[in-house]
């Protein structure tokens, strides 16, 4: 009898990949040190992160930049597909698999502002809903400290 899919359990991913995955999104890419993005947990199937509100990332006053909002559901797209990456080949070294994201990049990207970014740190969510072979397709969110979503977006990118 063939397995479902859907009812097999993901797989836990080691801390050596964990910590790579971290030192990859925190620190080697620059920019998500400026955003202040910070991981929460990387799970195979679900990522989240946090911002803090700091005085550089406001745009109107007492309120988050837009543009601080998509870059940061833009980046929390791309760790969600390094992670359904990572868990397709487990069957790797925790950091053969760390080197698989080179050639991924963001190819559309859709955000919808629903409420504006007013608070002192924000989260942020994202799953990937298809792994192709060349192209994942995401969903991201970014809510409020209290929990309310603020935005939604959708991603596809380039996997190979």
Known sequence: MKKDAATEPLPEFEPEFIAGLKKIFEEMIVFNQVLGLKIISIKPDRVAARIAMRRELVGSPNRL???????????????????????RH??????????????????????????????????????????????????????????????????????S
Do not use: N
Not at 95 to 124: A, E, N, S, V, W
């Open 90 to 159: 487990m069957d790797e070294e925790p950091i053969q698999r760390l080197h698989r994201f080179g050639k991924l990049g963001t190819i559309d990207l859709r955000i919808d502002y629903l409420r504006p970014g007013i608070g002192d740190h924000f989260q942020l969510r994202a799953e990937v809903l298809r792994l192709g072979s060349r192209v994942a397709t995401t969903r991201m969110e970014f809510l409020g400290a209290d929990g309310k979503l603020l935005s939604t977006g959708a991603g596809a990118y380039i996997v």
């Open 65 to 87: 930049h837009g543009g601080v909002i998509s870059a940061g559901l833009d980046a929390m797209g791309g760790l969600a597909v390094m992670a359904a990456i990572g868990a």
